[in-house]
Structure formats: C-alpha cells, structure tokens
C-alpha cells in the first residue's frame, strides 16, 4: 500500500534520531536508492522500504549535504532559522511562512 506523503516540498524538517535538518526538494512514493545504500544502514534503525522517501538539503552543526530520509525518521522542524544550503537557490525562489517556494511553483 502507497501512503500519501507526510511531508511535502519546500517544508522545513529534521531527522528524528540523527542531528541535522533540511529541506525537502524531492519525494519518492517508495524508497528508491541503491541496495548497497540501504544495507549500508544498520538492522536496528533500518526503515521500511513501503513509505515516503524525501531529498532534502541537509545541513548539521559542521556541514551541509543531500539527504534521503525515510518518512518515519523526520518531524517537522519547527526551528524559524533558514536552512544554508548553498544550492537552496536552484530549487526555491523564497521562504514564506516556514515553507520554501520551489521556482516552478512560481511560473504556474
């Protein structure tokens, strides 16, 4: 069964265990990455591959990176700070009310 995603692009979250946040640019109904990727988790904190998977711009204390993260290991950021990604600009035009204006939402 497909779920309808939690989250959607633009939104401000960050990572239920792990000490970094993001925002989302992309989402995936299922996961979709490599095997050696999902292996590369360890058993214990292993998603489900039958959920939302979300692309964020991710930065945490010392770096900025690209993220896939499973629907289950984000909740909503509610921090007002705005993600410094540097490639923020490529995908989003602005940020409004906590949630980033993607550039193709702006031409519709």
Known sequence: MIRNARFQIGQVVKHRV?????VIFDVDPT???TDEWYDAIPEHVRPRKD????????????TEYVAYVSEQNLL???????????????YFESLQDGIYITRDSLMH
């Not at 792990?18 to 993001?22: A, L, T």
């Not at 959920?51 to 010392?62: K, T």
């Open 18 to 22: 792990y000490p970094f946040r993001g």
């Open 31 to 33: 996961f979709d990455n």
């Open 51 to 62: 959920q939302p998977f979300y692309h964020l711009l991710a930065e945490n204390e010392e």
């Open 76 to 90: 909503p950021d509610d921090n007002d700070e705005p993600v410094r990604h540097p490639q923020i600009d490529e």
